[in-house]
C-alpha cells in the first residue's frame, strides 16, 4: 500500500495554503503543514485514503511557518479532532506570537494557538535547528533554514 511518494493536496476552497502528505515504502507517513481549517474534511479524508486506515497516524508533522494557510488543519485536529487522526512527533520552530505584533497578524494568531496547545503535545514536540539531520523511515531530512529573529516576514522565517 505504501510507497515513496510525495502528495500535494489541492486546496478545496481554490486559495492559497500548504499541503503535503508523505508516505514511504517502510509505512511511515509525514505531513508539511496542512492548510486552513476548512480544509480538515479534505486533509483527513485524503489521508484515509493514502493509508487505507480509518484511524490514519501520521508519523511526523512538519509545521513550517506561523500562518494560518498552512497551519490550521494541524491545530484542528490537535484542538477538536484527534479521535480521527493520531500523530507521533511535531517538528516546528516558531518565535512567541508577540514577536510578531504589528507585522502580520496571523503570525501572532497561530504562534499563540501553538502556545496555547502545545501541553497536549509538547512531550512529542521538538524545535528545528539549522544543520538538523534525520531520518523518518527512509525518508532523511535535512534542515537549511529555520526561523531567524533578524527576519519579521513569517513567511521569510519559514523552516525549510
Keep these: 500500500m505504501y510507497k515513496n511518494t510525495i ?5 478545496v476552497t481554490d486559495t492559497i495554503c ?4 508523505i508516505t514511504t515504502g517502510d509505512g511511515k507517513v509525514i505531513a508539511i503543514d496542512g492548510g ?5 474534511d479534505n486533509f483527513i479524508g485524503y489521508l484515509k485514503k493514502v493509508t487505507g486506515s480509518e484511524k490514519p497516524h501520521i508519523d511526523v508533522w512538519f509545521l513550517s511557518h506561523p500562518h494560518d494557510d498552512h ?3 494541524f491545530l484542528e485536529i ?5 479521535d480521527e487522526v493520531t500523530f507521533g512527533r511535531v517538528y516546528a520552530n516558531f ?3 508577540s514577536f510578531y505584533e504589528g507585522v502580520d497578524k496571523w503570525g501572532v494568531i497561530i504562534a499563540n494557538e501553538y502556545s496555547r496547545l502545545l501541553p497536549r503535545f509538547a ?10 539531520v534525520f531520518s523518518v523511515g527512509e525518508a532523511k531530512f535535512t534542515v537549511f533554514y529555520t526561523f531567524n529573529p533578524e527576519w519579521k516576514s513569517v513567511n521569510d522565517a519559514s523552516t525549510v
Excluded at 500548504?18 to 502528505?21: A, E, G, P, R, V
Excluded at 490537535?78 to 484527534?82: D, K, L
Design 78 to 82: 490537535a484542538e477538536n479532532r484527534p
Design 7 to 11: 502528495h500535494m493536496l489541492r486546496s
Design 123 to 132: 512531550d512529542r514536540a521538538r524545535e528545528l535547528h539549522e544543520g538538523d
Design 95 to 97: 518565535p512567541e506570537g
Design 18 to 21: 500548504d499541503s503535503f502528505i
Design 36 to 40: 486552513y481549517k476548512t480544509e480538515t
Design 71 to 73: 497551519c490550521q488543519v
